[in-house]
């Protein structure tokens, strides 16, 4: 399983704990990353760069690291 997909699953997990809105809180993560988290799924390889970004995305949205 690939770490980018690992992240979603942690995002996932944290909108699901705070009772988030979890579409629209995606679409924000998805937004600022700049590209779309449903598309990444357990065979997708690891982007280092990508993996940054997404991380970052979800800090600023969700206001905590995952």
């Known amino acids: 399983?690939?770490?980018l997909y690992e992240t979603i699953q942690r995002i996932e997990y944290v909108i699901g704990r705070r009772?988030?809105?979890?579409f629209k809180t995606k679409g924000l993560i998805a937004l600022r990353a700049?590209?779309?988290?449903?598309?990444?799924?357990?065979?997708?390889p690891d982007?280092?760069?990508k993996l940054a970004i997404l991380k970052r995305a979800a800090q600023d949205v969700l206001g905590e690291n995952v």
């Open 47 to 49: 982007d280092p760069a």
């Open 19 to 22: 009772n988030l809105p979890g």
């Open 1 to 3: 399983m690939s770490q």
């Open 34 to 44: 700049g590209f779309s988290l449903a598309l990444v799924d357990a065979s997708t």
